[in-house]
């Protein structure tokens, strides 16, 4: 099985509100969604997110770095040896080989990894292959819980803000809440969601790296009272052994999110003892198979893991997000799938949205399980851009040579 | 602020943005093609074409004191009253006027239809529906209180720049008359509604900002997403 063409779209989705946290405001999803057409007719959607404060990516580069690195290896590759009903982990595993790794880019603007690039390409493969074979990715990954429960995330702004979505996310009887923290009286905004929500609910915080390490232990020992699960990444990306520091004084369990890009940062990470749980994203873990691999690396060194989102997913990082989260052996919090909550239009035909509770059935459709509308990717689209391999080239590869 | 006056600004104020929309004006002013009069028709049939069923499910939620009113409506909406005008009837004349044929306005109830399903598959993120029939009964009157406002202004700018007929556009005038009339029941019932199902404040105005936190009425009628209120995202 080999890939004739792809199209790269270039979202922009507004937002229903802002959403803003210590180092960015976001008013629309800049996802980047790419389609792959097999030779056999089948069709697969992925997308990716390109943060430069996460992994260096921004939405120019990634789509550079899928146009003139990934493209060119995916259309000489040849798929038809996989076989996703045999072996899924090992096809997971040759699919993601077959995307050239490339290092760190140079200068100021240093990319830690192609991650964003590698999910989108990774999952429009996996939801072509799985397609063209009428298998759905819940039978590669199959599920461990019969639905997951996801949390809400409360955005930085104002507390009188911050208290009144605690409130729609506590009508909506979800669980779990996560509340985004920065310079900005952390301490009193813990404490107003937390007496708005009552003691029930489950809170944590993210600072997505706020602080130095001397605030870090001061607002953390503060929020002690406040019944918090864990704060995620409290300082920014640095070398483990700070955060390992940090972890020693802190009350408050340590989830690392933007320390984690890499294999090889994960296994830094607890090497140095730095944290208690890993915030895994499929996107900026370079995709499906990436993030299960780190995820079996903090299952061995007994770390729990939250299977995070970026803010502005749409439905397809959803569905991806929902097969690996329902097949974790374990995961303790699960974020995203806030589709039309959030954006003013997502990209399914069916609804991904968690119902009351935060809690959401799995999705048993072929390939990642959703049905993508075409109509809406070109309707929100800022960028279209075609990719097809020459037609000499491919004419010489279908006689079996490949010139791309 | 009583329940009834907060209701009724979140609809002034929804009908004002409507009003003063671009897509709108741009209605109004008749510079744009035939095809955009087109589209907002068969956007207000894919609405409106469901009303009976939204009613319905209504009906079934309604506290004792208002459950005659919703009924009337409902019926009314059939053509199972006095007057015996099917209002579907009236939106698919509407259609067939703008040159909609047998096959487009099929097209339209199938939309419509699939809207519903929708409706029905779509995770409800409330526990009970006490919240969503307040959520539907909020967007419902919401209509009608606009309707009664601006439907004859709506049916007036088709005639002008549609070139439709007093006969064609007879949903418009139709619902300018009634709506005047269920608005104030539409008000009445939002009032009972929250009373019989004992809402404490907070949450029936959390529950009136989630319903109106975009304008309901330029999503259904132009698929524009517009927020309703100024908020973090309008304030960049």
Redesign the interface.
């Given at each position: 099985m080999r890939i004739d063409r792809a199209t790269i779209f270039c979202l922009r989705i507004p937002f229903v509100e802002a959403f803003r946290h210590s180092t960015s405001v976001r008013s629309f999803s800049d996802s980047i969604v790419v389609r792959v057409t097999a030779e056999d007719g089948a069709v697969g959607y992925g997308e990716g997110v390109a943060r430069r404060y996460v992994t260096g990516e921004t939405v120019e580069s990634t789509v550079s770095h899928v146009a003139n690195q990934l493209w060119p290896a995916v259309a000489r590759a040849d798929f038809s040896a996989i076989s996703l009903s045999h072996d899924p982990l090992s096809a997971l595993s040759s699919i993601s080989a077959a995307l050239p790794d490339h290092g760190p880019g140079d200068g100021p603007d240093r990319v830690i990894a192609w991650h964003g690039a590698r999910a989108v390409i990774e999952l429009a493969l996996i939801d072509c292959l799985l397609r063209s074979e009428g298998l759905s990715l819940g039978q590669l990954l199959p599920a461990k819980r019969p639905s997951v429960t996801y949390s809400g995330v409360i955005t930085a702004g104002s507390i009188q803000d911050a208290v009144k979505h605690a409130r729609y996310f506590k009508l909506f009887g979800l669980k779990y809440l996560k509340i985004k923290i920065g310079t900005a009286n952390p301490v009193q905004r813990v404490a107003a969601i937390r007496n708005a929500v009552g003691p029930e609910i489950s809170l944590r915080v993210d600072a997505n790296g706020a602080y130095d390490t001397v605030t870090a232990a001061r607002v953390l020992s503060a929020l002690r009272e406040f019944g918090v699960g864990a704060a995620e990444q409290p300082i920014g990306r640095c070398h483990p052994n700070e955060l390992a520091q940090l972890r020693v004084s802190s009350p408050i369990p340590i989830m690392a999110d933007e320390s984690l890009v890499t294999l090889a940062d994960a296994r830094a990470l607890i090497h140095a003892r730095a944290c208690d749980h890993f915030n895994l994203r499929i996107s900026k873990c370079g995709g499906i198979f990436r993030t299960l691999q780190m995820a079996r690396l903090a299952a061995s060194a007994g770390l729990r893991v939250q299977l995070g989102s970026h803010v502005g997913e749409t439905a397809i990082l959803a569905a991806a997000g929902r097969h690996v989260a329902a097949h974790l052996d374990q995961v303790e919090f699960v974020e995203g799938s806030y589709g039309t909550l959030l954006l003013a239009e997502d990209v399914s035909r069916e609804s991904v949205v968690f119902g009351h509770g935060g809690v959401a059935s799995l999705l048993r459709g072929p390939g990642l399980g959703i049905k993508v509308r075409e109509e809406v990717l070109r309707n929100y689209a800022q960028n279209i851009i075609s990719l097809q391999i020459a037609r000499p080239a491919l004419a010489e590869r279908r006689k079996g040579k490949c010139l791309c | 602020m009583s329940i009834r006056s907060l209701v009724e600004s979140e609809y002034a104020a929804q009908t004002e943005a409507f009003a003063s929309s671009e897509i709108f004006k741009s209605l109004r002013s008749g510079n744009v093609p035939a095809k955009v009069y087109d589209e907002f028709i068969a956007r207000l049939c894919r609405t409106h074409l469901n009303s009976p069923q939204i009613l319905a499910f209504l009906y079934s939620l309604a506290p004792p004191r208002v459950a005659e009113s919703l009924k009337h409506n409902m019926l009314e909406e059939l053509g199972l009253d006095e007057a015996g005008i099917a209002h579907s009837e009236l939106l698919l004349r509407l259609a067939r006027a703008a040159g909609f044929d047998q096959r487009a306005c099929a097209e339209l109830k199938t939309q419509s239809q699939a809207e519903l399903h929708?409706l029905c598959?779509?995770?409800?993120?409330?526990?009970t529906f006490r919240?969503f029939g307040l959520t539907v009964l909020l967007e419902v009157t919401c209509f009608e209180w606009t309707l009664a406002r601006l439907g004859k202004a709506i049916g007036d700018l088709l005639a002008e720049h549609r070139g439709l007929s007093w006969e064609d556009l007879l949903w418009f005038t139709h619902h300018a008359e009634v709506d005047q009339r269920h608005a104030e029941e539409g008000l009445d019932a939002v009032v009972e509604y929250a009373n019989y199902y004992e809402f404490d404040e907070?949450?029936f105005r959390?529950?009136t900002?989630?319903v109106f936190?975009?304008n309901v009425l330029l999503k259904r009628y132009f698929a524009k997403?517009e927020?309703s209120r100024p908020?973090?995202?309008l304030?960049?």
């Open positions: - | 929708r598959t779509d995770p409800i993120l409330f526990g919240e907070t949450d959390l529950i900002e989630i936190r975009e997403s927020v908020t973090l995202m304030s960049l």
